[in-house]
């Protein structure tokens, strides 16, 4: 290295001399340094002036590019965050509250092939891919193989898959980290790791616990799953006056414990409350069970649509079955935006005069949505530490307060935040408690955020927010962690610690 550098002259010079080329390294100086940060962000609140950003960002192409990345950054004092879509709640992929903290983004918006193999029902999928790229692929190789994840398009498989990951297909297939069958990592030490390399213990921890805390990944083999050629789906509904908080207190019982096949979901924003079906099968079985199960939704035959498992996905995206597949492959997604979310467990039905009080907060001008997916099925079968995410059995459903806005300034922003805080707040009797329970890509800082004892994680204060997200599985993160990177390279506001050795 040569004498005089800064620690991020280092860096770059010791990437160049590893083999990285320099096009593919940006500083605050270069002039598209904001164009590539902006690229995959998703939430303008980490873009202010306050916020600390990126010393360079790596847009690597290769996994050497990742590989010196980690070398690199370890040699000389720059922490490396991993971003594959950008989606992260509170920006931890691309942006530091520690105006100290030095650190370079590793763009893996490079990494983005996806191979299908439908004779295994396999893929292979890079995690600077988007879900929809991986719906597209896998839908063009076959029309009765199909992926588990979540329903945003533009979300990365990379953060998605580490942190669990569900949408429509849940109730019957699990989280799509219950379908990664394998996984290449570049570990601590800046070696490029597989499953059979990197030992169950570590493969365990990054389906689900955050892959931030452990290496970073580059691909994910993923096991496909069966849907017939044909799915149902619906949107109905129903306003206050149409029963909408005694149909909504009914859901919380009877949608968890609908056949897997079917998964029937709620959005409120205002009036009047969403109710959106997939079903995989036709329309005649799924009103054999909506009568059965719950009558007083009034499900009819106009109502449904009878279309293809991939059109469905295009079809919660963007709220019309009809819209061109070639969507799901636009990476650049919806208008910038604030955005502050939280998330619950529901564990017991919320009682209705608490749905009848939820309608003021939700018809106050700053309101946001409250999106409520049922778990059961499958998700209740697999044991809550088969993976990090333990929300298993006893769950009935995930309640997300999620907020956005696009005006600039502090007026706006108190305004969301304490109507995303407050009705949390209003909620905790309500909810899963002794911890009250989130999901971590919901990921919520106002859990609580790391502190450092000897320049390590503190494993004590990590627990606060850590067992909300984790329960049990925590402290097996951090013995993960421990093994993994016992120098606590890997880390950031809501990172797993290290096991203190004396534990
Ligand atoms: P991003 O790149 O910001 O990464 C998130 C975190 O993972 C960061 O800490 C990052 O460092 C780390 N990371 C990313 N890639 C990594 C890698 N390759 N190796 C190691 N660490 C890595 N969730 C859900 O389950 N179901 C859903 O339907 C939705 N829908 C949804 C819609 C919208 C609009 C948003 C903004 C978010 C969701 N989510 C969701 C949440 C989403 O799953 C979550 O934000 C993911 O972490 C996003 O992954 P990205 O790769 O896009 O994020």
Redesign the pocket.
Known sequence: VASGLNATDSFLVCLIGAGVPPRLLQTPASPSYSATLLS?L??LRYVTSDIQRPVAIVAATEPAHAQAAVRCGRRHGVRV?????????E????ASLDPRERFAVLD?AAFRDVRVDSARAEAWAG?GATLGEVYYAVAAASRVLAFP????P???????L??????TLMRRYGL?ADNVIDAV?VDADGRLLNRTTMGEDLFWA?RGG???S?????SWKLRLVRVPETVTVFTVRRSINQSASQLITKWQAIAPALPSDLILRVAVRSQPARFEALFLGRCSRLLEHMRAHFPDLGVTQSDCEEISWIQSTVYFAFYSSSKPLELLLDRS??TPRY?KAKSDYVQEPIPRHVWERTWSWLEKPEAGLLILDPYGGRMGSISPSATPFPHRKGNLYNLQYYSYWFENGTAALEKRMSWVRGLYEEMEPYVSKNPRTG?V???DLDLGTNELEDNVTSYARARIWGEKYFKGNFERLAAVKAMADPDDFFR?EQSIPPLPAAK
């Not at 965050?81 to 709640?89: F, I, M, V």
């Not at 920006?91 to 691309?94: C, M, N």
């Not at 580490?162 to 949408?167: L, V």
């Open positions: 995959s998703r939430n965050r991993a971003r594959s879509g950008g989606h992260d709640y920006g931890l992929s691309y893996l995690s994840a979540g329903i945003c533009t979300v990365g498989v990379g953060g998605h580490s942190g669990g990951g569900f949408g799509a990592l990054i955050g892959g931030e452990f290496g970073v990944i580059l997604g919806e955005v999901y890509n919901y990921r950031n």
